[in-house]
């Protein structure tokens, strides 16, 4: 199976194709891809007019904004995807997009782009975009659909889609309902307290009953006052 067209090509030899409708835009590029010193750049205010001169001229990268012209970024990729596109289907699309979102990730994937990069963008980040592509080795297979896709894309997107939903069945699983009659083990502690100190109040009276008896008194009686003690004359006499 065949490599992109930007795999182990250096700088000096790229012909890159940009796509975005803001000239401001596409001025910042030209000049990021200039320092890098890339061979040729061609710039497009739409998808329709870069396509055409594509076909007859198949670049080494494709630098595209995701929503540039009538065409999208999507429809774009399609289009370059299909294998009567050869050999324009072999050339590796970067998206550009100010939305990040998962639905648009999701879809430019899909679509076999090889990667995607949030504006606004640097030197730095669009240098080492570059150089990742062209030491990426993943192959081009053809798709069930009749279109090239990137190899292992399909199979991770699947794995993903599987955690994400195992993730929302957990997260709407109820809990298993608890036996009825069952108290909660707060509750269970709580009865027991009760009941121990419900024994050693009962234990206590059986003892109070018991005392009682020995010293002659009727249950529930209370005990004779203690009778006030009278100090001996002398003490009083030998204080003075």
């Known amino acids: 199976m065949p490599h992109h067209a930007t795999y182990a090509v250096p700088n000096e030899q790229l012909d890159v194709v940009v796509i975005d409708d803001s000239r401001t ?10 320092a890098m010193k890339v ?23 494709i630098i595209c904004e995701w929503k540039a012209g009538l065409v999208s970024g999507h429809q774009l990729l399609r289009m370059v995807r299909a294998r009567f596109m050869e050999p324009l289907c072999y050339v590796p699309v970067i998206i550009l997009t ?6 648009i990730i999701d879809k430019a994937m899909a679509a076999s782009a ?54 929302r069945k957990a997260a709407i699983t109820k809990p298993a309902a608890k036996p009825e009659g069952v108290a909660p083990p707060a509750a269970q502690e709580e009865a027991g307290n009760g009941s121990m100190a419900a024994d050693q109040w009962q234990a206590f009276l059986r003892t109070k009953e018991q005392l009682e008896r020995k ?26």
């Open 25 to 34: 835009m596409q001025g910042i590029i030209r000049s990021m891809l200039n």
């Open 114 to 167: 090889n990667l995607i990069v949030v504006k606004p963008i640097s030197p730095a980040v669009l240098q080492e975009r570059i150089g990742w592509l062209q030491r990426d080795q993943r192959e081009l297979v053809l798709g069930p659909r009749g279109a090239f896709e990137i190899e292992g894309v399909r199979e991770s997107m699947l794995a993903q889609k599987e955690r994400a939903a195992a993730v």
């Open 215 to 240: 010293a002659g008194l009727k249950p529930g009686e209370a005990a004779p006052a203690p009778k006030p003690s009278i100090k001996p004359a002398w003490t009083a006499l030998r204080r003075v």
């Open 98 to 103: 100010a939305t990040p979102t998962r639905a």
């Open 39 to 61: 061979r040729r750049i061609r710039l497009f205010d739409s998808t329709e007019t870069a396509l055409h001169a594509m076909l007859n001229e198949p670049p080494s990268l």
